[in-house]
């Protein structure tokens, strides 16, 4: 399916390709969602929530099993890794959604999210659903998602919030 999709980003955003991942990725969208946390969610959270959240870059073979094990879509613009997006087609999960700090803003979530939905319907998936950071939750709601609940997370002693959001796919 990578070539509908490098298709469609091309028409929405010149440059821009969304495919599968290919084996090796695994580390670098690791040191992708590092910098999306760190440096790219600190207008919602403290540096403190931040460390809790993405204490390191993720790598090794849990990461890599994490990914590998999802519907993985990756964005590239001119050749260089910017975004990816992650589905559990068992459970219409959206694990991972994450874009480059200095991409964000671009279209690059907008492109992933839209071919990852069209993959969704086209393999029955009714509902969507993800647990959405407060960065996060604006672009879901933009997509025509809508929130269910706040939640209140603890990791490594911190509690960063973010809400529980889903969308009818009919």
Do not use: C
Request: net charge positive; hydrophobic share 45%.
């Amino acid at each position: 399916m990578a070539g509908d999709t490098s298709a469609v980003a091309s028409r929405r955003r010149p440059g821009l390709v969304v495919r599968d991942i290919a084996p090796g990725e695994a580390a670098a969208l690791g040191t992708l969602f590092f910098r999306a946390v760190r440096d790219g969610a600190a207008a919602a959270y403290s540096a403190e929530q931040r460390r809790a959240w993405a204490p390191e870059a993720p790598s090794g073979a849990t990461w890599a099993h994490r990914l590998e094990s999802a519907e993985t879509l990756v964005a590239e613009q001119d050749g260089r890794l910017v975004g990816f997006m992650t589905l559990k087609r068992e459970t219409g999960v959206i694990d991972l959604a994450f874009v480059l700090p200095q991409m964000m803003g671009r279209g690059i979530g907008t492109t992933l999210y839209a071919v990852l939905e069209n993959r969704a319907r086209a393999a029955g998936i009714r509902r969507l659903s993800t647990d959405a950071s407060d960065i996060a939750r604006a672009f879901f709601e933009r997509q025509g998602w809508e929130t269910v609940a706040r939640q209140s997370i603890v990791r490594g002693g911190v509690i960063p919030k973010n809400q529980k959001m889903s969308k009818a796919l009919t």
